[in-house]
């Protein structure tokens, strides 16, 4: 057997899942029942059930999800969707990548007290939230106690739009950022790659897959260094499919003066690391 594949069957080994710490906080409801807690996932294979899961530990840190199916009923989701799909600010967003300037797959808007950059293009800052999304990021508050401060809206108007494969890495989102994020609409599948190490110059062959459907209501919180070590993406479908609305809520700081962009993937760096080739 090769290294590679070797190393491919180590990463690929059974991940424990773990339970979420709670605030002790009365009336809050459990995350995970017994069942759940005690279950196991392979690497390479589908996500499919409501859980706490360790995907990786490595020196960077311990990557985790959580996912939580019908975090929103279905007539708060049918509610939600009809509301923000008609109401939202919806636009499509030009980006840069080696210069050539390209049109993003998908309709996005922003809401934050900063702006948001990536992909050599800025998103404004913009207070005017509407009612609708402080209510969710407050239940992701109460039911988490996340302190969130910004949301990216995304609308996937077919299975023809799409987000290729990237980390939310940036330096403006601090280290070891959550990314809580909520689908309403039709199923997408959301898939994540582990990064390859060094030595492998970015061949992802033999890295582990997930594959995670996230359906109307569902509920998907990435943690600890998830953007460190795995990408993630929603590809292109060639069957129908209905408009998506993907919340991704997390916490913007204010970014740092002098940082840069490595200029091969298009990280934002911190001044110290400035010209950095990640």
């Not at 530990?57 to 007539?75: A, D, K, M, Q």
């Not at 280290?175 to 492998?200: M, N, W």
Request: contains cysteine.
């Amino acid at each position: 057997m090769s290294d590679k594949r070797q190393r491919a069957r180590v990463q690929g080994s059974w991940a424990q899942q773990k339970p979420r710490a709670k605030p002790q906080t009365a009336g809050k409801e459990k995350l995970l029942n017994t069942s759940l807690s005690q279950s196991k996932i392979r690497l390479f294979d589908l996500l499919d059930s409501s859980g706490d899961y360790e995907i990786s530990s490595e020196p960077s840190g311990v990557s985790r999800l959580c996912l939580i199916h019908n975090f929103l009923s279905t007539e708060e989701a049918d509610w939600m969707f009809s509301k923000l799909l008609h109401e939202l600010p919806w636009s499509q967003k030009t980006n840069y990548r080696l210069g050539e300037a390209y049109e993003e797959p998908r309709l996005t808007c922003w809401f934050g007290d900063l702006p948001y950059t990536y992909s050599h293009s800025t998103m404004n800052a913009n207070t005017q939230w509407p009612s609708e999304l402080l209510s969710l990021r407050s239940l992701l508050h109460q039911r988490f106690s996340l302190d969130l401060n910004s949301v990216l809206c995304n609308l996937y108007r077919s299975g023809h739009d799409s987000i290729g494969w990237h980390s939310d890495d940036e330096a403006s989102l601090g280290e070891h950022p959550t990314i809580a994020s909520i689908s309403l609409g039709d199923t997408r599948v959301f898939s994540l790659r582990k990064k390859p190490a060094p030595e492998e110059h970015g061949d992802f062959t033999y890295c582990p897959h997930i594959k995670v459907p996230l359906s109307h209501g569902t509920l998907l919180i990435m943690e600890g260094a998830t953007q460190d070590d795995w990408q993630h993406q929603v590809a292109k479908e060639y069957h129908d499919r209905g408009p998506r609305i993907n919340l991704t809520f997390r916490t913007i700081h204010q970014e740092p003066e002098g940082g840069t962009e490595c200029f091969q993937c298009e990280r934002r760096t911190l001044p110290k690391f400035a010209g950095f080739v990640c």
